[in-house]
């Protein structure tokens, strides 16, 4: 993305005949909202006069305070590739604004930002984060609706024509680059139907305002080749669910404070502590960065993705892994957050989590190098592993009872979050489900 001024959005405009611009924010489940206006109203948006209807939205505002502003980050300017012809669109993210000028409590983008400023106040000149979104591909069916039938038998890394996803996927790549995205890499993942493609790290906003314009191009494209993409959790019993792993790390000035050449591993005190701060609050921001009833149905046993609240360098069942590369390359990866997770939100916890470790230099507990999966119970009490949350209940209520992530989140958030996420499980809890009919029905 490059850097541009209000001139230079106005002359883009007209050098790429674009004829709409959508204003595109995130509402607090993490759902991408968008007010999109014609060309002719570009000047008006870019000078921050664009107003829209903050009641309409899950968790904003009520009815008597609707009125809200956006303030287009103008850096986050893009046309939309797939859009050429006489009816060309661009995108503008913004951040949402009260009628008094001040940032809006309750915008995900503005409260990433606020967490940001307190990492700064530490002396930390970056956050940055590299995600690894997965996702699954189904076939639609004569209506257009999505099936449960999947397009491909393909295996990790598999090639046409068992990953019959492949060009789908290729496709999905050359719009991701047209858009300026770096394409690190793009391959089938374990399950059948199920993809992945990762992209280049970078600061904590942009990489936040990436994976949502990621999940719009899937969705976008997949579309296109006659296939439903989704990133559920865990569409299907049976095989692995879809995972959005973090990596993470701290910058002084372009120097990595995770890394140490003489440290334990090459580790910092700094990463330690960091990653101390993630183990003490996993299980409140849990809630956060595996939002659904679906999430938890993908952090069980023997499905590579974790349930244990533990750390390792050499293997994959932990919450956190350290992976192999030094230097500036240096990262805390945290592999229970899952795709269905407000980016925004996600972060603003684990760097909170993460902080609060460094505030405090908090020590973590040794590494656990054996396969988790494994070990017992006793054998894990006795390692001192803890189990994540098992449901969205327990994680409520472990959220409920942590001030350093309710801080993270602020008080609008957290209270308007709490609300919609404990509905959602009443919803799911009583609900008759297809399982207890064939469990019970001729049983009982």
Known sequence: MGKYSREDILRLAKEQNVNF???QFT???GTIKNVEIPVSQLQKAVDNKMMFDGSS??????????????FPDLDTWVVFPWTAGDGKVARLICDIYNPDGTPFAGDPRNNLKRVLAEMEEL???DFNLGPEPEFFLFKLDANGEPTLELNDKGGYFDLAPTDLGENCRRDIVIELEAMGYEIEASHHEVAPGQHEIDFKYAD??????DIQTFKLVVKTIARKHGLHATFMPKPLFGVNGSGMHCNMSLF??????????????????TARQFMAGIIKHASAFTAVTNPTVNSYKRLVPGYEAPCYIAWSAQNRSPLIRIPASRGLSTRVEVRSVDPAANPYLALAVLLRAGLD???????????IDRNIYVMDKAEREEAGIKDLPATLAQALDELKKDEIIIDALGEHIFEHFVEAKEIEWDMFRTQVHPWEREQYMEQF
Do not use: H, W
């Open 123 to 125: 002396g930390f000149t």
């Open 204 to 209: 904590a906003i942009s990489a936040c305002d």
């Open 357 to 367: 470790g460094i505030k405090n230099n908090l020590t973590p507990p040794p590494a």
């Open 27 to 29: 509402d607090i489940l």
């Open 57 to 70: 939205i899950e968790g904003f505002v009520r009815i008597e305070e609707s009125d809200m502003y956006l």
């Open 252 to 269: 002084k000035n372009g120097v990595n404070s995770f890394f140490d050449e003489n440290g334990d591993l090459q580790l910092s005190d």
């Open 21 to 23: 611009i959508r204003l």
